[in-house]
T-cell receptor, first 112, second 113 residues
């Protein structure tokens, strides 16, 4: 059974600070990882994708992947109240017809 | 506007009454998928389709059916709904299976009494 684990939170971070969201996965065959943001009552939207070990930066967001440790993280710099949402980590296995396996999400609260 | 649409957005029904939730995308995507989202359980895949007439089970397919007769449409069918199918349902599509962004529909909140 492929699993993606996230701390459900809530994670409370002051405005302007760095928010760090973490995710671990059980399937060593997972090749690709995605971070989705979901506002309450809305559908998930893609924030970042990462496929290789190391860091990937996009604006205020940085995704980090460590395949040896089976660990993925998302850093949000200069956190804004509008970043308050649930963040879903998802992994996809290479090959076959597998879709995404989602974690249960981390609820992030940015305190003004 | 590129989008995934779902109908209805909200539905309250009774046990055993067949229902269909429609999903349509206007992006010419090959891959479409249905998820359900429940508190404490996260998003779980029900069924997916890699192209017209090609569908397969996801992690929680019991009690659901799908069809893919046209590329743009991927309806979810509950032949005999039960209360444990009360959930928030999302349809999603992407260009193809692989490392592509999945675009999610707005969701359908289903209550089965």
């Amino acid at each position: 059974q492929k699993e993606v684990e996230q701390n459900s939170g809530p994670l409370s971070v002051p405005e302007g600070a760095i928010a760090s969201l973490n995710c671990t996965y059980s399937d060593r065959g997972s090749q690709s990882f995605f971070w989705y943001r979901q506002y309450s009552g809305k559908s998930p939207e893609l924030i970042m994708s990462i496929y290789s070990n190391g860091d990937k930066e996009d604006g205020r967001f940085t995704a980090q992947l460590n395949k040896a440790s089976q660990y993925v993280s998302l850093l949000i710099r200069d956190s804004q109240p509008s970043d308050s949402a649930t963040y879903l980590c998802a992994g996809r296995s290479g090959g076959g017809a597998d879709g995404l396996t989602f974690g249960k999400g981390t609820h992030l609260i940015i305190q003004p | 506007e590129a989008q995934v649409t779902q109908n209805p957005r909200y539905l309250i029904t009774v046990t055993g009454k067949k229902l269909t939730v429609t999903c349509s995308q206007n992006m010419n995507h090959e891959y479409m998928s249905w998820y359900r989202q429940d508190p404490g359980l996260g998003l779980r895949q029900i069924y997916y389709s890699m192209n017209v007439e090609v569908t397969d089970k996801g992690d929680v397919p019991e009690g659901y059916k799908v069809s893919r007769k046209e590329k743009r449409n991927f309806p979810l069918i509950l032949e005999s709904p039960s209360p444990n199918q009360t959930s928030l349902y999302f349809c999603a599509s992407s260009i193809a299976l692989g490392d592509y962004e999945q675009y999610f529909g707005p969701g359908t909140r289903l209550t089965v009494t």
